[in-house]
């Protein structure tokens, strides 16, 4: 996505003030000499929201993950050190996001109102951010080099990701086609009788927090794991925080097609087995106490460039003429 392009001439170009300032000599070690890496990741990633979850009443975190709906990241990201006991990263990822009540597992107790809810949606997901490492056992290390130490690292850091929630309507001759959520306005944002309820941006913050694993497997090339929370500031992920409004809104803001998706999609009980009609509006549509949130798990491969702790760097060093002052 187009989002991502600006990250990309970010990084040609700090690959580019590397190799340029890698032929100019200096007594001391300046920011880039020998502390840049640049890396790969992928890996599953997991929507925390409204939508979806597991037996029970709704949990937080991994307790309430649908994992027949993970989906993948992946991304690209260049760390710079100042000290080898912190890094500051700048990332891009690209993914999706799912959510689903009827992939929710129930036994006919505290989570049958979730699963009867029957809302689904998905979102492709662009993201960028800039994070601070740390690396604690840094100071424990008895020699120097890379080649074959295991780093455990923690991390935060802030960030910018774009959504774009879609739900699945089903057309009377029976076919379904994805529409996008946010402009139906299904729970009355943007309207007056609803003034508390605004129109969310489909591009928002975020701050990312977690932790990892490095392994070199030499000097210069490392894999890893890691496990990236993102906290957000929006329940409208997937299109769903608050109660249900009557569907006689939508002929007011809308047009008529629209208006005619939007009474589907704002209550699909209807299409729930067993349905019996029920008085819904105002009821509880979602909980709009927690705010959405995702995570992901990545495989991580790096290459430090022109490092100081690599055997070209040490070479280099062991032939520079003595220093007298």
């Known amino acids: 996505m187009r989002t991502s392009v600006p990250l990309k ?11 340029i300032t890698s032929g100019v000599k200096s007594q001391s070690v300046g920011l880039l000499d020998g502390k840049l890496e640049l890396g790969l990741n992928l890996g599953p990633s997991f929507f925390l929201g409204d939508l979806g979850g597991t037996r029970g009443k709704g949990k937080t975190f991994v307790k309430d993950v649908n994992f027949p709906l993970t989906k993948l990241m992946k991304g690209l990201y260049v760390n710079i050190y100042p000290a080898e006991w912190i890094g500051f990263r ?3 990822n690209i993914g999706s996001l799912e959510g689903d009540d009827a992939a929710i597992k129930t036994n006919g107790k505290d989570e049958l109102e979730r699963r009867k809810r029957n809302l689904l949606f998905k979102s492709s997901l662009t993201e960028a951010y800039f994070a601070m490492e740390f690396y604690p056992t840094v100071f424990l290390e008895a020699n120097d080099g890379l080649m074959y130490k295991f780093r455990p690292y923690g991390l935060i850091g ?6 774009n929630p879609k739900g699945q309507y089903i057309e009377p001759n029976g076919n379904t086609r994805w529409v996008e959520l946010q402009p139906l306005r299904l729970e009355g944002q943007g309207t007056t009788q609803y003034p508390d309820r605004k129109i969310y941006k489909l591009t928002q913050l975020n701050i990312p927090m977690g932790f990892g694993m490095k392994y070199y497997v030499n000097d210069n090339t490392y894999i890893g794991l890691e496990i990236l929370h993102r906290k957000t500031f929006t329940d409208y992920i997937d299109d769903v925080s608050t109660k249900y409004v009557n569907p006689s809104l939508f002929s ?3 047009s008529p097609a629209d208006a005619t998706v939007a009474r589907q999609l704002h209550y699909r009980e209807p299409f729930y087995e067993n349905y019996r009609v ?3 509006i105002n009821l509880q549509r979602g909980d709009p106490t927690e705010n ?3 995570f992901s798990g990545l495989v991580k491969l790096g290459w430090r460039l022109n490092g100081s702790n690599t055997p070209n760097a040490r070479a280099r060093k062991q032939l520079r003429c003595p220093v007298y002052f």
Do not use: N
């Not at 001439?9 to 190799?19: A, P």
């Not at 802030?158 to 959504?163: C, L, M, P, Q, S």
């Open 9 to 19: 001439r970010i990084i040609v170009s700090l690959l580019l003030f590397t190799c």
């Open 90 to 92: 700048l990332a891009a």
């Open 158 to 163: 802030v960030g910018v990701f774009h959504f």
């Open 252 to 254: 007011t803001y809308l």
């Open 278 to 280: 029920r008085q819904y």
């Open 292 to 294: 959405d949130a995702y």
